[in-house]
Each structure stands twice: as structure tokens, then as C-alpha cells.
DNA sequence: TTGAAAGCGCTAACAA
DNA sequence: TTGTTAGCGCTTTCAA
């Protein structure tokens, strides 16, 4: 690796001069400027981030650490992340947790270590004491999720009232036997959205039965496996909540394997309008969250943190943005047969 | 934030000392390991990775550079590559061009800047002769796409023979119109895929008709767009070849608005097996590619190449590993109806 | 086992 | 306009 020094001993004058003509300083010789400029490119000069930063200036670095990134969610905000860094000349450090505590905290140490200005996170189920304390050294915006000990900036959904309102346009179609299936409670996401289905379900059919709710991980394979269970212990069931995309293609699937007719036997409404939702076996009824503009939001929040705490130590302030699920009806969704209806 | 040097006069030693410590030197009395230790953890101390890589260390960082996220094959990518990194105790820039030479410059540009140990990319559609160059000083393996300029290593699917496959899958079953949708021959896969529909096209029915092909972006809208246009044209086409995963959902999309039957009225094949392929309106038929396989791969190459690299400074052999996609028939596929067969 | 000192590549204050 | 010099935080000789 080539260093200024090597161009100031070819061009023989002092490496300050090189520097000077790199960053293009005003009290340089425009003819110097030139020379050092073609030099350092025919030699193929690149500068060493490690050692400006020593200098003092910034690393231009912020962090996105999400749980995984198949998700449309988290795969649409690092779309979004991406391009605000490349409009201000920033990198990305990408670190995918899943869900895993410690390797968050790794990641998070990493970012610490490279100086990164700035973090976005989708926190894990649970934060290590060590994350906690990192995260107070460097601007911080939670997305998604919110775990309180953080603190910090954040940007999330009403979850509870995303599922409530799922759960209610069931029930308004006549639905009594009302499953669930969704995340872990171990999760802020998880917790709200099965909070929102309980609430829901004491709304209108009095006592929350749980022997319809299941939860698991956010994979299609969990969807499958919930279905079956719920299928299997509950046949008079005519309505499903599936709070969790990632769990939507694999309910389909289960579905399907028992010959259960999508609307006609039972109703289903998903949570977050996927692309592919609507080319779905039946279109689906799902919750649609405004991904995009979350995104962008949580995004200018956390350019503005790291452009605030440039001056100043102390600490930041709470804030927090709270955005609405919108219902996108579509063909999952029907009354319960008579049969079955007759039975609640 | 604080330094060896505030640990040292904290503690009334040597900052070198400390350094000692906090590496775990052999030659340190145990006494003052732990009370270092103890007092850097207390203080909050956390070492600058700039500082260390001036003195020789190494980044422990890798880059990933994909032209988007959303894709199922890129994120996939990202999981393992990012596991990888977790594993070793590397670091991970993320840098999404958009299919942007510039901006995938750019990124490089930071990665090497910053280090970085090696790359994978699955490079944009056209390389800037800085990228070239760029990529000369540090270990690359291009994965999916390939771009001869940039040299190094390899990791690909034989497009040409998926899309040959999928065609002749339709053949087989006695279609003769049949429309190909897929991205711009711009891309090394853009360009093999639509290679293999046209030599599939001479295998079987004599010469391609152009009016059969529709090339745009990777994305639902243009997918639908495609096949309004082609459907419009060519009303007699009863078989469909989708290029590219993200064209499908549009593309399925476009042909409910239609009215068309999948697939009575028309048989559809995708490329690349995304989760959702099974739950789609018809289950569908799809080219698979061994995308975790691949990743894996690919990312054993990297950090290989990585690692020899450590003593040498000679560049990097040539090295490619293709794979093959397999066939999933499923049930968007069907002989043509008669009425339309009879017609060819 | 520890301390003193050098130096990684760079920027910037100070002189010339 | 340029050169000299110091020093960012760290690791690593070399002495003690």
C-alpha cells in the first residue's frame, strides 16, 4: 500500500504538501495540485481511513444490526439506510443478530470500535448489559422493535392495535373461533401484537382461549408446524391471525396439505403486506405497515442525531415516532360457513 | 472516550503496559492483567480499531456489495456471509449499488479505504475502470454475476442451461408460442439467461420471434407490464418463461387482470425458487438454484483467499465454480389446451 | 516484569 | 506557498 510519504519522496518535496494537494486545502499550488493529484493516482494511492480518523476526523461509518434480512421489512430499510449513506458519503456496517444477544453485542462492540457514528437497530429479545452500556456511547435509533433499556430514538409500529384490528375484522364477519399464531413474547413485537389479539378476542368473545394461540419463530416452517397444532386440538376454529410474514408462507402450506378451504372453511389475515401477498393462493387480507416511510423516518432521525451530537456529550433525547397498520382486504377473508357457524 | 493512556495515568503505569495487559501478553504479572482489565472495563474503555490497524493489524473486515436486497438469492447471501464474519470475528460492510456503477465505485472505494481483507460482489452491470483497478488490491469473488473484467474468483449458476431447461420444459409438453420476460442483457445473467431461451427456441421451433421477448428491470411492475405487452401482441402465446424472480408476482399479477388461466390458458416457469413460489395463485413450476450451497461456497473462497493472501502479494488465480439449477415442476405448467394447439 | 521510545499514516499548527 | 514538527491511539522493540 502506497502512502502519501511515497508520493512526497517521488515527487521530492514534504508529505504535508501532499496531503495539502489531496484534500485540496486552499493554500496550495494549483500546478502542485495537479502534479500530486495525477501522481497519487498513477501510483494508485488510497487513503487510509484508520489513520485519518485518528486525526480526528469522522469515520462516516453507521451500523444497521437487524435480526435477519429476508425479511421484507428489514430488507426494505436497509434499502433505504443504503441510499442515505451513499447521498452523504457514508458506509454501512451490516450486522445480522439473529436474535442472538450476544452476537448483537459483538456486532455492536465492532461498531463501537470503528468509531461508527451512529446505529439503527431492530434490538434483539433480550439486550446483554454490555450492549446497553455501548449503546450509550454513539447515537442509537431502535426500529421495529423497542426495548426500553436502550433508550434512545425510536420508530415502531402500534403493534397491539395492528392485531386488535385484524382480530376485529374477523370477528365483524362473524368469526368466534379465532386462532393466533405469532412470535415469541420474548420480543417487544411479539408481546404487543399478542397483547393486541387478546385484547381483542376479550373485545368480543369474552374469556381468550389459549389453547388457540401458538407461538414460535418467525419462520415458514414455525407457520407450518402452528397450523397443524391448531388444526389438529381446535377443528371448530373458522378465523386465523398470523402475526408474523415470515410465517405466512408456511401456514399457506399446512393449509393446503389438510384440504382446508381459504376463505370458505377458514378466514385468514396476515401482518405486513408482503409483495407476494396479493398473488397468494387466495390474495390475502393482511395489515399493511408503511414500511417505506418508517424507514425513511427512522433514517432522517438518525442523520440528525449523529449531525447533533457532533458539538455537544451529553446524552440524547427520548423520542419516539408511532406509526399505523392500515387493513388491505382481499379475498381471505369471508363469513364462516353456516355448518360451522351454527356450532359458536 | 478514553484511551490506554487514561487507563495508564488512572492506574499510575506505562500505557504500554496496559497494552500489554489488554492484549493478554505473556510477559505481564498476573496482578496487574486483572486490576488493567478490571479499571479498562470500568472506565469504559473501548480500543480504536483505526489506531490498531495502523500498527500493522488487521481490519477483520469484509465487504459484501450486491446491487440490491430484496432478492431472495442476495439476502440469503448476506445471512451466510454475515455468519461467516460472526464466526471469525469479522466485521461486515454492506454496500447496495442498485445496479449503479458509480455508486458500487463508491463503496469499494470505502471498503479499500478502510482495509477491508477481501470482497464478494455480485458486481452491476457495467464496472468503472476505477472498480477494475480497486479490485486488484484485495481478494474478490464474484458470485452470481460475472464480469471477466474483474478477474479473481468465481461462483455461478450455468444460466444459460436453467433457462435451456425451463424451455424445453415447456416444449415438452407441446408449447410452441412461447414468450420469454427477463432482465437486460446488460448483466452477465441477463444476457446468458436470454441465450438460453434463444438456442432453446432453435432446438425446437426453428427461428426466435423477437415480438416473444421482453427484457426490463428486475421488478414486479415491469414483470406486469411485460406481460400486458406480450399478451396484447401475442395473444396465441401459451407458455412463459420468467427470468427473474422479483419480474414473477408482477408478472402473475398482470395475467389475473387478464383473466388468463395458469395453467389452462397459459403455462408459467420461473427462474430462482423463491419461498413463495408454492403458495402462489398456482403453485409454480421454477427453475431452483442452490442458493445456500452457493453462498456457502462462495464465502469458504473468500475467506480462503483471504487467508493465503496474508503472506503473498502476487494476485489472486483464476478460479470459477458453476452450478447447475434444477427443475421443480409444480403446477403452472400443463399441455396446451387444444383449441390453441391446434392453431400452431 | 515494566518503562521509554519509536513509529504506523495522516492532518494541522506553526514557521519560514 | 511550502516545509518542519507534533501528535492522534496504539503495538512493539529495546533497555532496564
Redesign the pocket.
Known amino acids: 500500500?502506497?502512502?502519501?510519504?511515497?508520493?512526497?519522496d517521488a515527487l521530492?518535496?514534504?508529505?504535508?504538501?501532499?496531503?495539502?494537494?489531496?484534500?485540496n486545502?486552499?493554500?496550495?499550488?494549483?500546478?502542485?495540485?495537479i502534479k500530486v493529484q495525477e501522481t497519487a493516482a498513477r501510483m494508485g494511492?488510497?487513503?487510509?481511513?484508520?489513520?485519518?480518523?485518528?486525526?480526528?476526523?469522522s469515520s462516516r461509518l453507521v451500523g444497521l444490526i437487524v435480526p435477519n434480512v429476508q425479511n421484507e421489512f428489514f430488507s426494505a430499510l436497509a434499502r433505504v439506510l443504503s441510499n442515505n449513506c451513499a447521498l452523504y458519503g457514508y458506509s454501512m456496517m451490516l450486522g445480522i443478530s439473529e436474535d442472538d444477544p450476544v452476537r448483537e453485542q459483538e456486532q455492536i462492540e465492532a461498531l463501537v470500535q470503528s468509531r461508527a457514528l451512529g446505529v439503527m437497530i431492530a434490538p434483539s429479545e433480550r439486550s446483554t448489559v454490555a450492549t446497553r452500556r455501548l449503546l450509550k456511547a454513539i447515537p442509537c435509533v431502535q426500529l421495529l422493535r423497542y426495548e426500553p433499556q436502550l433508550g434512545g430514538l425510536a420508530v415502531r409500529v402500534n403493534e397491539e392495535r395492528a392485531i386488535h384490528t385484524a382480530t376485529d375484522h374477523l370477528a365483524a364477519q362473524g368469526h368466534r373461533q379465532i386462532g393466533y399464531i405469532g412470535t415469541l413474547e420474548t420480543t417487544s413485537t411479539g408481546a404487543s401484537r399478542l397483547a393486541g389479539f387478546r385484547a381483542a378476542c376479550r373485545d368480543h368473545g369474552g374469556e381468550v382461549d389459549s389453547a388457540l394461540i401458538r407461538l414460535g419463530p418467525p419462520s415458514p416452517e414455525y407457520g407450518s408446524q402452528a397450523v397443524h397444532e391448531l388444526l389438529s386440538m381446535r377443528p371448530d376454529l373458522t378465523g386465523l391471525v398470523i402475526g408474523s410474514p415470515r410465517q405466512m408462507s408456511g401456514a399457506l402450506l399446512a393449509l393446503r396439505e389438510r384440504g382446508v378451504a381459504i376463505p370458505k372453511q377458514v378466514s385468514i389475515v396476515g401482518y405486513g403486506d408482503t409483495e407476494w401477498f396479493q398473488v397468494a393462493t387466495v390474495p390475502l387480507t393482511a395489515m399493511a405497515l408503511p414500511v417505506r416511510d418508517m424507514s425513511e423516518q427512522a433514517t432522517a432521525l438518525l442523520f440528525s442525531a449523529i449531525g447533533n451530537q457532533a458539538g455537544t456529550t451529553t446524552s440524547f433525547p427520548h423520542k419516539e415516532l408511532i406509526f399505523e397498520a392500515t387493513l388491505v382486504a382481499r379475498h381471505s377473508t369471508a363469513m364462516p360457513s353456516v355448518d360451522i357457524a351454527v356450532k359458536s
Chains 1, 2 share one sequence.
Open positions: 500500500m502506497i502512502t502519501i510519504k511515497d508520493i512526497a521530492s518535496m514534504s508529505h504535508s504538501t501532499v496531503s495539502r494537494a489531496l484534500n486545502h486552499k493554500a496550495i499550488n494549483e500546478q502542485t495540485r494511492y488510497i487513503p487510509n481511513s484508520g489513520a485519518r480518523m485518528m486525526r480526528g476526523l
